[in-house]
């Protein structure tokens, strides 16, 4: 599967199927750090993706007001 990963911008292919919480281990990401996203829809660590899947990984950005 293509992942596209932001922060520095790169992509990368990995085999599948794999899971969420086993693919961002072997990248070496936080799971409580990034969203994972695939097509349009937010997928859960939980979740299997396929080898023809695309998939992009975003930091999660927090902020707020006074």
Known sequence: MKVLLRNPRREVEVPGPIGVDTLLR???MNRESVLVI???TLVTGDAVLDDHDDVEIRPVISGGCC
Do not use: A, F, I, V
Request: hydrophobic share 15%; no cysteine; glycine share 16%.
């Open 38 to 40: 695939r097509g349009d």
């Open 26 to 28: 072997q990248l070496e």
